[in-house]
Nanobody
Framework: QVQLVESGGGSVQAGGSLRLSCAASGYSDSDACMGWFRQAPGKEREGIAAIDRHGTDTKYADSVKGRVTISRDNVKNTVYLQMNRLKPEDAAMYYC????????????????WGQGTQVTVSS
């Protein structure tokens, strides 16, 4: 019943920007912490960013710190991931996740996964 649908992925030149969106249904977005994960071919799924219920506590992976911003709009039940200065290494399938709190960058903290949106970065 809980569904997460990602959008906003696509192809971008290195150094460019993308904003990913995650629309939640079946529950209020304010009920849980939320996060973004990514997985490239041959690599483990890694946590990128996470945010608490109120949008005041955020966590970022060292690999993207300073280049990405996670935010949420609880009225719209939507979570966003703004990505800037993208690198070819950022190319991956990006997944939205409903998580247990407090926000931790671990797949073991995930309650519900979205189906993903593809991000491609060309050099």
């Amino acid at each position: 019943q809980v569904q997460l649908v990602e959008s906003g992925g696509g192809s971008v030149q290195a150094g460019g920007s993308l904003r990913l969106s995650c629309a939640a249904s079946g529950y209020s977005d304010s009920d849980a912490c939320m996060g973004w994960f990514r997985q490239a071919p041959g690599k483990e799924r890694e946590g990128i960013a996470a945010i608490d219920r109120h949008g005041t506590d955020t966590k970022y992976a060292d690999s993207v710190k300073g280049r990405v911003t996670i935010s949420r709009d609880n009225v719209k039940n939507t979570v966003y991931l703004q990505m800037n200065r993208l690198k070819p290494e950022d190319a991956a399938m990006y997944y939205c996740a409903r998580m247990f709190c407090p926000p931790i960058l671990s797949p073991r903290a995930v309650h519900t996964w979205g189906q993903g949106t593809q991000v491609t970065v060309s050099s």
